[in-house]
């Protein structure tokens, strides 16, 4: 309210009460903060890694190759994620139910970004990485059953 008062004899005659006040009415949304945090799977344990995204750290690396992902993804909105970070999002996503707000602190970024993320590499395997797979070795694709019902 103080600040109403002060903004005419700051701004001089230039602004009105009436403008003034529709000045203030509009209140800038609080925004989630988001962690500078640099994943890196190689840096969990294997048990971590089995609890988070239902892998192991070698079965996720396994995963990645078998995807044929390019090195970075990088999605229609210029997102960039290295491929086993990628992967791993979509593993996370798909381990149980969650809300992408709560693996913000996991990967360090926001919630949209995570989800075109998800999108773009789900779109990809739905476009072909099944047949990839299949000519894998059979300990991946115990549990494959399991990530092509939910994509």
Known sequence: MELLLLLPELLGNAVTAAEAALLLSFEQPERPIIPDVRFCVTTLSDENCRQQFRFDVAGVIRLTELFALPEF???????????????????????????HYDMIH??????????????????????????????????????????????
């Open 73 to 99: 993804v990088i999605t229609g909105s210029r997102d960039k994620a290295h491929a086993t970070e990628a992967v791993c999002i979509l593993l996370h996503r798909l381990s149980y139910p969650k809300r």
């Open 106 to 151: 996991r990967f360090g970024r926001s919630t949209s970004a995570l989800c075109r993320i998800f999108m773009h590499v789900g779109t990809f395997l739905r476009r072909g990485a099944p047949a990839m797979v299949l000519k894998g070795d059979l300990k991946v694709l115990n549990s494959w059953p399991r990530v092509v019902l939910v994509v």
